[in-house]
């Protein structure tokens, strides 16, 4: 028997990835730490390489991943937090001006800061691009003050630099249509990888400067934050998908068992192999022996062009002496043994797999779940009304007094 659905109570959140789909269903519990309730993973159909191949195909993986957390947890679901990334994503950097006042100076409230930051998401997106998120940077008021948070600051003007994520609007309406042909509606739309942060990241790693690397199937998105705010996004086309390709075409085998040797038996820190250590892999004849070395050497020129291409992405980004708290790994390729070590040490700073900061029973290979758990916990910090000017904090009586002020300000 179905649990009955209590509105604003749980929030599905749904990350389409390159190779599968992964649904994750959370519980609001009393504005406290939210509990996970469980996840569903399917293969992807219907969408492939960033594009919507067929529309039928996508709604009814949709359907079936949606309808397979549905029978797993219970909960009847009406609606899904949607992520976007990967190749889907863009980033463009914006700024914009506007005046407080023409003479004399005001204090800054909330409203001016939606204002100068509407007018950079404006002046940042064309007319085909949806604005997914809008990061401040930081803000410039009268040319002189700069501060990450100019709220309650006098000025004649404000400036904001920003970063905006961006997906084409064509892309987003086909994967929204595919979800409603499925049967469900769009709450939300995130990018998955910073989704995967909010829900593997403290604010601890955020204020001290960290690393976020997403290591999806074809794309690895790497994500730098530093005093809080997401300061730098970049990302290397190259994935768990590219690490299966080189022992497929080294051992000459079909793809789908190269996945499967790599994530039973592959090791990216090739030292750590014993040279006479053997198994067993399927082939025409019957079953091959085959030395693990050999797996190790056909992974390793792979593995180190990924690492490298990691760390130059980092070391590009001018934020490198910022990132005092290591390096936080997410996403189903972050699994492959030994990569977590390998990148510590070539990397000279702390790396460790992403675990999920909520209440949850104990969920193997967590790190693989951070996207999903992340949308749908999104959705419900977006539910609760809390935003980047922390509003959600103050009580309604603080909210009305700064109304009024606002409204003074701007008429006297």
């Known amino acids: 028997?179905?649990?009955?659905?209590?509105?604003?109570?749980y929030f599905c959140g749904f990350d389409l990835g390159a190779l599968t789909v992964k649904a994750a269903l959370i519980k609001?519990?009393?504005?406290?730490?939210?509990?996970?309730?469980?996840?569903?993973?399917?293969?992807?159909?219907?969408?492939?390489?960033?594009?919507?191949?067929?529309?039928?195909?996508?709604?009814?993986?949709?359907?079936?991943?949606?309808?397979?957390?549905?029978?797993?947890?219970?909960?009847?679901?009406?609606?899904?937090?949607?992520?976007?990334?990967?190749?889907?994503?863009?980033?463009?950097?914006?700024?914009?001006?506007?005046?407080?006042?023409?003479?004399?100076?005001?204090?800054?409230?909330?409203?001016?800061?939606?204002?100068?930051?509407?007018?950079?998401?404006?002046?940042?997106a064309s007319m085909d691009?949806?604005?997914?998120?809008?990061?401040?940077?930081?803000y410039k008021v009268d040319d002189v003050n700069t501060a990450l948070n100019p709220l309650g600051l006098y000025g004649r003007k404000m400036e904001i630099h920003t970063l905006l994520i961006l997906v084409k609007n064509i892309l987003l309406q086909n994967l929204v249509k595919s979800v409603n042909q499925a049967g469900y509606d769009v709450a939300n739309t995130f990018y998955t990888s910073y989704a995967s942060a909010e829900a593997s990241l403290s604010e601890y790693h955020r204020r001290q400067g960290c690393v976020l690397l997403d290591v999806g199937s074809l794309m690895t998105d790497i994500l730098i934050f530093?005093?809080?705010?997401?300061?730098?996004?970049?990302?290397?086309?190259?994935?768990?998908?590219?690490?299966?390709?080189?022992?497929?075409?080294?051992?000459?085998?079909?793809?789908?068992?190269?996945?499967?040797?790599k994530k039973s038996y592959a090791f990216a820190l090739s030292s750590e192999i014993r040279n006479d250590e053997e198994i067993l892999i399927k082939s025409a004849d019957g079953y091959t022996p085959i030395k693990k070395?050999?797996?190790?050497?056909?992974?390793?020129?792979?593995?180190?062009?990924?690492?490298?291409?990691?760390?130059?992405?980092?070391?590009?980004?001018?934020?490198?002496?910022?990132?005092?708290?290591?390096?936080?790994?997410?996403?189903?390729?972050?699994?492959?043994?030994?990569?977590e070590e390998r990148i510590e040490l070539?990397?000279?700073?702390?790396v460790k797999m992403?675990?999920?900061?909520?209440?949850?029973?104990?969920?193997?290979?967590?790190?693989?779940?951070?996207?999903?758990?992340?949308?749908?916990?999104?959705?419900?910090?977006?539910?609760?009304?809390?935003s980047s000017l922390q509003e959600g904090n103050m009580g309604i009586k603080q909210r009305l007094s700064n109304k009024v002020v606002e409204l003074y300000q701007e008429y006297f």
């Open 129 to 138: 691009e949806y604005v997914l998120h809008n990061f401040p940077q930081y």
């Open 226 to 261: 530093k005093d809080g705010f997401l300061k730098y996004v970049v990302n290397i086309p190259l994935g768990g998908e590219h690490l299966t390709q080189s022992i497929a075409n080294r051992l000459s085998i079909h793809f789908d068992l190269a996945e499967d040797i």
């Open 293 to 339: 070395e050999i797996i190790a050497q056909a992974l390793e020129p792979a593995v180190a062009r990924f690492v490298d291409m990691v760390l130059q992405a980092i070391r590009n980004s001018n934020f490198v002496d910022d990132i005092k708290s290591g390096i936080i790994m997410t996403g189903g390729g972050s699994l492959l043994p030994g990569l």
């Open 1 to 9: 028997m179905w649990k009955k659905l209590v509105s604003q109570k």
């Open 354 to 386: 992403g675990k999920l900061n909520m209440t949850s029973k104990r969920l193997p290979y967590a790190a693989k779940y951070c996207g999903a758990v992340g949308l749908a916990q999104s959705g419900l910090t977006r539910a609760r009304g809390n």
């Open 28 to 124: 609001d519990v009393d504005n406290q730490s939210p509990e996970l309730i469980g996840v569903y993973e399917l293969k992807t159909a219907g969408f492939k390489n960033g594009v919507l191949t067929d529309l039928s195909e996508l709604a009814e993986c949709v359907h079936f991943a949606v309808a397979g957390l549905i029978g797993k947890t219970g909960i009847k679901l009406k609606d899904i937090q949607l992520g976007v990334g990967g190749e889907m994503i863009e980033k463009q950097y914006s700024n914009a001006v506007i005046p407080l006042l023409e003479r004399g100076s005001k204090v800054i409230s909330p409203n001016d800061i939606r204002k100068v930051k509407d007018q950079a998401k404006i002046l940042g």
């Open 346 to 350: 070539v990397a000279s700073m702390p």
